[in-house]
């Protein structure tokens, strides 16, 4: 089992980065598949990007390829999204989570965080 807590997020203004991190807690952090996910008022949980457990294969939703860059340090339990050229439409809470597949569908994703707000503003 796995703890997971978000940090990092803010309000930034639209063009602006932000870099969310997210610690794990326990010793089986790299055994896991870990992505982030986004929701926004009245909208579905969307897969914004996953990496892989230790070769660092990376995957995206299509509107942030580009802008938006996923990593993982296993040293450190902890899990990064580095996003830059941030749009309002990217106004969300975003979530870390932990599965065994490397796939964009939450319901693969066993363990989740409690959530970090980005707003940004335009």
């Known amino acids: 089992q796995v703890q997971l807590v978000e940090s990092g997020g803010g309000l930034v203004q639209a063009g602006g980065s932000l870099r969310l991190s997210c610690a794990a807690s326990g010793r089986t952090f790299s055994s896991y598949v870990m992505g982030w996910f986004r929701q926004a008022p009245a909208k579905e949980r969307e897969f914004v990007a996953a990496?892989?457990?230790?070769?660092?294969?990376?995957y995206y939703l299509d509107s942030v390829k580009g802008r938006f860059t996923i990593s993982r340090d296993n040293a450190k339990n902890t899990v990064y999204l580095q996003m830059n050229s941030l749009k309002p439409e990217d106004t969300a809470v975003y979530y870390c989570a932990a599965g065994s597949l490397r796939t964009s569908n939450y319901r693969t994703y066993a363990y989740w965080g409690q959530g970090t707000q980005v707003t940004v503003s335009s």
């Open positions: 990496v892989g457990r230790s070769d660092g294969s990376t």
